[in-house]
């Protein structure tokens, strides 16, 4: 269960996943946490500029990828929650 004491204020729709030996989730909240498994504590938590979609995934063991609302995607290093790029990505259709 996370967190453990107080809860969010929103919900995990879609799997964590595992990356640099951090578990990420994304809410529905806009915010992205990283979890560090052994304790259940947060290392860090990202505001997001978009509503996270669909299920996030890790690439290379250190960046977990997702998509937003707004037909951008977001990559955050799993290990300190920094964002990879400066502004989201955006998808062409």
Excluded: C, H
């Excluded at 929103?10 to 030996?21: I, K, L």
């Excluded at 504590?41 to 998509?67: H, M, R």
């Amino acid at each position: 269960r996370y967190p453990q004491l107080d809860p969010i204020a929103g919900n995990f729709r879609s799997a964590p996943v595992n990356a640099a030996g951090v578990v990420v989730a994304v809410g529905d909240n806009r915010i992205v946490y990283g979890i560090d498994p052994a304790q259940g504590e947060t290392k860090w938590s990202l505001n997001t500029p978009g509503a996270p979609i669909g299920q996030p995934v890790s690439v290379e063991d250190k960046y977990v990828v997702f998509a937003q609302s707004n037909n951008t995607l977001v990559a955050v290093d799993a290990a300190t929650g920094e964002t990879a790029w400066t502004a989201p990505l955006a998808v062409q259709n």
